[in-house]
């Protein structure tokens, strides 16, 4: 995938396979690995996709700074979603614990770590919409479509495990990110 680009336009190749379309301002991609959705500023930046490659046009003035970071990453947006609908993202957490014994499971749409420092009560992390989690002894793997939701996901994670009040050189037990979201390798 590459990305050509102007002051105004930026043309992204897609994926075989892969179609965008905008709805509203909805930006929807369809791929071979499923269908992802997401909010896209169509009053900023238009949006063109003829055979394999998409158009971004930008609709604001060329000549701020803003306004080329904007088309710029939006370009990224979309050669992301189209890589992550072909080949799949995946994230890799490992569960540390020194203290007390952990036990984490997957329940719905949710990641729940019971006995946390010897907590009475679980804690549960939300995972986004689109990522599934699964549970491999003492690592915990984060698959998905979309590479910002896949690590969205690791990151609630982290941040449902996060320790106060305990000096963090002593207590270190959570769940860690050990592998960030990245593009699964094509086999």
């Known amino acids: 995938m590459?990305?050509?680009?102007?002051?105004?336009?930026?043309?992204?190749?897609?994926?075989?396979g892969v179609t965008f379309?905008?709805?509203?301002?909805?930006?929807v991609a369809k791929g071979p690995l499923g269908t992802t959705e997401r909010p896209f500023p169509s009053d900023v930046v238009e949006l063109q996709v003829a055979g394999d490659r998409v158009?971004?046009?930008?609709r604001l003035a060329p000549g701020r700074k803003a306004s080329q970071a904007l088309l710029g990453t939006w370009a990224a947006h979309v050669r992301n979603l189209g890589r992550g609908l072909t080949v799949g993202v995946?994230?890799?957490m490992k569960v540390v614990a020194a203290h007390?014994?952990?036990?984490?499971?997957?329940?719905?749409?949710?990641?729940?770590?019971?006995?946390?420092?010897?907590?009475?009560?679980?804690?549960t992390s939300h995972l986004v919409r689109g990522t599934q989690a699964q549970v491999d002894g003492e690592?915990?793997?984060?698959?998905?479509?979309?590479?910002?939701?896949?690590?969205?996901?690791?990151?609630?994670?982290?941040?449902?495990?996060?320790?106060?009040d305990y000096d963090p050189r002593v207590f270190q037990d959570g769940?860690?990110?050990t592998e960030r979201a990245h593009f699964k390798e094509a086999s």
Not at 21 to 27: E, I, K, Q
Not at 55 to 58: E, Q
Not at 148 to 164: M, P
């Open 139 to 164: 690592f915990v793997i984060l698959s998905g479509t979309d590479l910002e939701q896949v690590g969205q996901s690791a990151a609630n994670i982290e941040r449902t495990t996060h320790i106060r």
């Open 175 to 177: 769940i860690y990110l």
């Open 2 to 16: 590459s990305t050509e680009s102007d002051r105004t336009h930026a043309v992204v190749d897609v994926p075989k």
């Open 100 to 123: 007390f014994p952990m036990k984490v499971a997957v329940k719905g749409d949710e990641l729940v770590i019971e006995n946390f420092l010897g907590e009475k009560y679980p804690r």
């Open 55 to 58: 158009t971004l046009t930008l």
């Open 90 to 92: 995946e994230a890799k």
């Open 21 to 27: 379309s905008v709805h509203g301002r909805r930006l």
